[in-house]
């Protein structure tokens, strides 16, 4: 059953690898499967620009990922449990968030270059902006949605308002914080390589590489870098839901 | 140990004035230590209000709850409830839930375990205490809920129809199982529900509730012996009664509308 799952994805690659074998596509627009796993070799062995190999991109790449990421989560997981928790804080804050939320995180650029210069830190800071709605609202969310006759339930069990937010509304919201966290993730990765592509100091990371290889005019080396990219979040991702079943054991 | 309820009222206030529900109607009633108290009455009477006034979960509109002629706060050692949905914690497995209540008290891991681990074994849940609620039937959550409120050794326990999900051979299995669990620990118990028979079979005394605003309007004894034969004549007879009762109430719902 597993191999069926494949079949689709195996029949557009041997189509698509056909239709450049005949020259039915220009090779400048799109370059051919085979092209794109040899530009990848290249990444992996030669790096570009030369000496800057994949996985140092990558490793970069990632380390700006999980600064904005994990700000992001450290600071959206309490606030959303707390404005979860709390309607007078939700009702004061909820309109701040909602003018912000709109805003593309690439729209940031500008103002983050001001603030942080050229570096990891305006990278992160975009990155965080990305991660931190999801994950926030998200959160609330979660709160929200557990049961009322719960918390009544540890009401007469004598539990005291600590009592209720410890062991009842954050356990109750960990499904819904995994979901924020997932979705988070994905925006956070995705807009990785955009705030990348305007510029980052050192010279390393996937966007940076995409658009040096654009510089070169190697679009086979583009291509190889989005399906890095593309599977880096796959992997990623992945490893999200893992931990999500393993916590979530009891749905 | 006395419970007194003192001209327990209450009034729902809706987005204005003309959209008040009176729930209850200045309720005076009395219990003593180890009774085990039915409460019956037509829907929207009040009855499960009237449990969450006790509770705590509720203030009451006018009128006192007393315990030893001191009045109750909530969050106090007094009271514990059950649920008619069970209102288990779905993240916690059957040994964690039991001991619930003492984590929040703060008593030691080892202690917590092995008291709960009595309760299981005394509940006949055995084998099942690591298991979530989701893998339990019906009458097992119950049997989990019911142990995580008398492990706290409440001074009271209400119940809320708890066995109104249950099918009915489930439902009479766990009605002799409470009667017994009741037997041997002398609790107070306070038993909300809808089904006559039921409270015949388990209650010292029966309180019938009139419809909104919930009055008491009848009181009965049941003095028959356990383990009661519910299709005695005894317990007949005092389902007629009841059930006449509850027929007047219903016929004058129906006159207004």
């Given amino acids: 059953m597993k191999k069926e799952r494949y079949l689709l994805l195996i029949l557009l690659i041997l189509i698509w690898q056909g239709l450049c074998s005949f020259n039915l596509i220009p090779r400048y627009k799109l370059s051919s499967p085979v092209e794109i796993v040899l530009g990848l070799v290249e990444l992996i062995k030669i790096g570009v620009p030369p000496g800057h190999l994949l996985h140092h991109h990558v490793l970069y790449s990632l380390y700006r990922v999980a600064l904005g990421y994990g700000v992001a989560a450290l600071l959206a997981i309490p606030l959303g449990l707390l404005m979860g928790w709390f309607p007078r804080l939700r009702r004061m804050i909820s309109p701040i968030i909602e003018v912000v939320r709109p805003i593309p995180p690439l729209a940031w650029i500008p103002i983050a270059i001001v603030w942080f210069g050229i570096g990891i830190k305006s990278a992160a800071f975009i990155i965080f902006l990305g991660a931190f709605f999801p994950i926030l609202l998200n959160t609330i969310a979660g709160v929200l949605s557990i049961n009322p006759i719960l918390i009544e339930a540890a009401r007469t069990l004598q539990a005291k308002e600590k009592d209720i937010f410890y062991k009842v509304l954050l356990p109750g919201s960990v499904p819904n914080i995994f979901v924020g966290m997932r979705v988070g993730l994905g925006v956070g990765w995705m807009t990785l390589v955009a705030a990348e592509f305007t510029g980052v100091r050192e010279g390393f990371g996937l966007g940076y590489m995409i658009m040096t290889a654009r510089d070169i005019q190697r679009p086979d080396e583009i291509l190889a870098g989005m399906l890095v990219i593309g599977l880096i979040g796959l992997l990623i991702n992945a490893g999200l839901k893992v931990t999500e079943s393993r916590a979530l054991r009891w749905r | ?257």
């Fill in chain 2, 1 to 257: 140990m006395t419970l007194e309820l003192l001209g327990l009222s209450k009034t729902f206030y809706g987005a204005n004035e003309s959209e008040a529900v009176h729930a209850l109607d200045h309720i005076e009633y009395r219990i003593e230590s180890g009774r085990f108290v039915g409460i019956i009455g037509p829907s929207g009477c009040g009855k499960t209000t009237l449990l969450r006034i006790i509770a705590g979960l509720e203030k009451a509109s006018e009128g006192k709850v007393l315990l030893d002629g001191k009045e109750m706060l909530q969050g106090s050692e007094t009271v514990g409830m059950v649920f008619q949905e069970y209102a288990l914690f779905p993240w916690r497995t059957t040994l964690q839930n039991i001991e619930m209540g003492l984590e929040i008290r703060g008593v030691d891991r080892e202690k917590r375990r092995l008291t709960a681990m009595e309760y299981i074994k005394q509940f006949g849940l055995s084998g099942f205490e690591n298991r979530y609620p989701r893998e339990l039937s019906g009458g097992m959550k119950q049997r989990v809920a019911i142990a995580r409120t008398l492990i706290m050794n409440p001074r009271v326990v209400l119940m809320d129809e708890p066995f109104g999900s249950l099918d009915s051979q489930t439902r009479n299995g766990m009605q002799e199982f409470l009667l017994k669990i009741w037997q041997e620990r002398g609790d107070t118990i306070i038993f909300v529900t809808h089904n006559v028979d039921e409270a015949v079979f388990l209650s010292d005394e029966i309180v019938v509730l009139s419809r909104r605003p919930g009055r008491i309007i009848k009181r009965v004894e049941v003095n028959i012996p356990r383990p009661r034969d519910r299709t005695s004549e005894e317990c007949n007879r005092i389902r007629r009664d009841i059930l006449r009762v509850l027929e007047v109430e219903m016929k004058k719902e129906e006159r207004e509308r």
